[in-house]
């Protein structure tokens, strides 16, 4: 069975970090590109990053930009999310998915985790 489970979410104050990871079971992560996404109250899902496996490239949305890291770590079987100087509008559900490619730019991601919640709050 195609698992895909995120952990590391919490409260966090601005300014602070959090590492999301994604574990996968009953496939290799590294066959797969892997996205994280969030949704946030009142705002539809939006990707927030993605690493693929065919070259590692890897895709930011502008707002993290330099502030989060997607990496994976094959070994273990898991793509985490370096989150830094985190802000309240980081704040919602993050979820990890994969497409059944291994481009981030296949249009459809069809494996889901159950998601982890981030709160960035003072």
């Known amino acids: 069975q195609v698992q895909l489970v995120e952990s590391g979410g919490g409260l966090v104050q601005p300014g602070g970090s959090l590492r999301l990871s994604c574990a996968a079971s009953?496939?290799?992560?590294?066959?797969?590109?892997i996205g994280w996404f969030r949704e946030a109250p009142g705002k539809e899902r939006e990707g927030v990053s993605c690493i693929s496996s065919s070259d590692g490239s890897t895709i930011y949305l502008d707002s993290v930009k330099g502030r989060f890291t997607i990496s994976r770590d094959n070994a273990k079987n898991t793509v985490y999310l370096q989150m830094n100087s985190l802000k309240p509008e980081d704040t919602g559900v993050y979820y990890c998915?994969?497409?059944?490619?291994?481009?981030?730019?296949?249009?459809?991601?069809?494996?889901w985790g159950q998601g982890t919640q981030v709160t960035v709050s003072s």
């Open positions: 009953g496939f290799t992560l590294n066959d797969y590109a």
């Open positions: 998915a994969a497409p059944p490619s291994r481009s981030c730019r296949y249009p459809e991601f069809t494996s």
